[in-house]
């Protein structure tokens, strides 16, 4: 019965929006174009130039500690920062939130006034607005992702990599579902909380208070009123997106010639629709905040039948020019795009040697069997050892290969390499530095080595490798990455010449280093970081990338290097690219990377 209504409150939504889809249309893209084209660039801007004068080189979750400790002032500049990006994102939802409400009660107030109506909310916020908001949107931005998007937010994610890694153990799994669990639990019985804040002008603790009143005893309707308003969003996108690539496919078959002009005008209507697309599933989430129980039909205003007709027109007369002038400026970039105008070759990189399990990760025999599929560069891990040797190991302890429960600080590199590493079902020796080094040397494989760095190494473990390998790398055109940024300066101090990449998870704003490249994780990568890196005349690698589609989406963004463990599904996806995929592939390549919430300004 709960699902039964909640489909008609579905449905009542859904009529409510193409009611006044001009409005609506018009609301969410004003707000996303001052997000994407003014916020954005300023906070991009001021947090950059606050990194420059405070002498900090990137901001990650590794220099935190030290940013604090060392560059107090600039720390201090960069929480204000802060704090101004969430009164944004808070004003972002106040201006959304009071201009639905207005469309859908038909108070015919303009955005001026709304956006007024917005900054005098602002103006009024208190101190507990904005704690209490940090935690609202860490509760109901998970079960809303699919629904309303903030690009002022979208750099905050968590890698894939830290996930796997908690997710691969059963204790931590355990944790992660109750804990998800529990995070549904409080964001259905909080949903209320945004619009007692933002409409009635509630304090925080009273707007917590009421939601927490009217959602006791109903969890299961808000449940249900969330996830099918999500499915409806969810089918329109997926319909659109399928019903053009199928157009599509039936143009490069049947067609010819008419497949290019027409690949040209499906993107178009991808994008454009895409654009709408978001529109709706916005409208649709603010309409359930406002109005739960049932979407109504406003009132007719005492005018006239005329006046009533002139207000419905107007609105969907300029939404209709927007739409029209978005897709004319689509055009060019499509027949480029659409014509192979984008398509390049990254360097494809295998990760620790292996190629889809077969061999055990940084060893010889793994080395050999991959370096006969001819990756560019073949990625590796060292350690330091006792005695102030290098020893090929990603982890650090050799217990998860070789099943001694040592770290590399604490073997000689004779007692390393007396060690069998087992994995995939393949074993080998732990190899040392100077054998993987000279091996790659006498088969003509490039290496990208990671100087894995740790608390317990030796004082001078990085200027030793420096001075000892950095001329024998220069020459053999080698490369070098660490997420230890003391590895790359001295690198450059000391061997200015050795390519240097700097290893970052993520990155909350564009790093200001001498690195020649940076090594992303691919899950927070974005073409935004690509392009500023582009800009600096430095590359970018993703890693670790294992799926056709991910392979796809870091080639459409621009990555120059993908770092891979199955690499000859990254060569394949590379050929495919390189054979001039039809035009219904690339539409369902550009349709996999497209962003559906870049209306409100977010970007991949």
Do not use: C
Not at 326 to 355: C, E, K, W
Not at 497 to 507: C, V
Request: aromatic share 12%; charged share 15%; net charge neutral.
């Amino acid at each position: 019965m709960i699902g039964t209504r909640s489909i008609r409150y579905t449905v009542q939504a859904l009529r409510e929006f193409f009611r006044h889809w001009g409005s609506y249309f018009i609301l969410s893209f004003v707000v996303g174009g001052v997000i994407s084209e003014l916020i954005i660039p300023l906070l991009r801007t001021v947090t950059q130039t606050i990194m420059q004068l405070s002498h900090i080189p990137y901001i990650s979750y590794n220099n935190l500690g030290a940013i604090v400790t060392q560059h107090t002032w600039g720390a201090i500049a960069l929480v204000i920062t802060l704090l101004v990006l969430l009164m944004l994102v808070y004003a972002q939802f106040a201006v959304l939130l009071t201009g639905v409400d207005n469309v859908l009660h038909q108070r015919q107030e303009s955005l001026r006034a709304v956006f007024g109506a917005a900054l005098r909310d602002l103006a009024r916020i208190r101190p507990t607005t904005i704690f209490f908001f940090i935690f609202y949107f860490i509760l109901i931005v998970p079960f809303a992702g699919g629904i309303v998007n903030s690009a002022l937010l979208n750099k905050v994610r968590i890698p894939e990599f830290i996930l796997d890694f908690l997710a691969n153990n059963i204790v931590f799994a355990i944790l992660i579902i109750i804990f998800y669990l529990g995070l549904g639990y409080l964001g259905i019985r909080l949903i209320r909380v945004l619009g007692h804040m933002i409409l009635a002008d509630q304090p925080a603790g009273e707007a917590v208070r009421q939601s927490w009143a009217e959602t006791r005893g109903h969890f299961w309707f808000y449940f249900w009123r969330v996830g099918w308003v999500s499915a409806a969003a969810a089918l329109f996108q997926m319909a659109w997106q399928a019903g053009l690539i199928a157009l599509q496919s039936y143009l490069d078959s049947s067609q010819p010639g008419w497949a290019y002009a027409g690949a040209i005008m499906t993107m178009a209507a991808l994008q454009v629709g895409g654009l709408f697309l978001t529109a709706l599933s916005t409208t649709l989430y603010y309409l359930l905040l406002i109005t739960p129980d049932e979407v109504k039909k406003a009132a007719p205003a005492p005018v006239s039948v005329r006046e009533i007709k002139k207000r419905k027109r107007w609105p969907r007369v300029v939404a209709g020019l927007l739409i029209g002038l978005l897709a004319a400026a689509y055009l060019i970039y499509n027949a480029v795009y659409m014509g192979g105008g984008f398509d390049y070759q990254p360097v494809t990189i295998s990760h620790r040697g292996v190629d889809d399990g077969n061999g055990v990760q940084n060893t010889i025999p793994a080395l050999e069997k991959t370096a006969k599929e001819k990756p560019d560069y073949v990625e590796m891990d060292i350690h330091e050892t006792k005695d102030g040797q290098w020893v090929v190991m990603h982890d650090e302890n050799y217990k998860a290969l070789t099943g001694v429960n040592k770290t590399p600080r604490q073997l000689t590199l004779a007692q390393a390499t007396k060690l069998t590493a087992k994995e995939n079902g393949h074993s080998a020796p732990v190899p040392s530095f100077d054998h993987y080094l000279a091996t790659a040397e006498r088969i003509h494989q490039k290496l990208i080595v990671e100087v894995k760095t740790t608390a317990h190494d030796s004082p001078h473990a990085v200027t030793g490798f420096v001075q000892k390998y950095g001329p024998r790398l220069i020459k053999d055109h080698f490369r070098v990455h660490s997420l230890d940024y003391r590895v790359i300066q001295t690198i450059k101090a000391r061997q200015p010449k050795l390519y240097a990449s700097f290893i970052l998870p993520y990155a909350l704003a564009f790093p200001k280093t001498k690195a020649n490249a940076y090594t992303m994780e691919y899950t927070t990568l974005d073409a935004d970081f690509v392009n500023q890196a582009k800009l600096k005349q430095q590359a970018v690698w993703a890693w670790t990338v294992d799926d056709q589609d991910k392979m796809e989406e870091m080639m459409y963004i621009g990555a120059d290097g993908i770092i891979t463990d199955d690499l000859s599904e990254l060569q394949s996806t590379i050929k495919q690219q390189e054979d001039h995929p039809s035009y219904a592939a690339r539409l369902r390549i550009y349709s996999n990377q497209y962003d559906w919430g870049s209306l409100n300004g977010t970007e991949n």
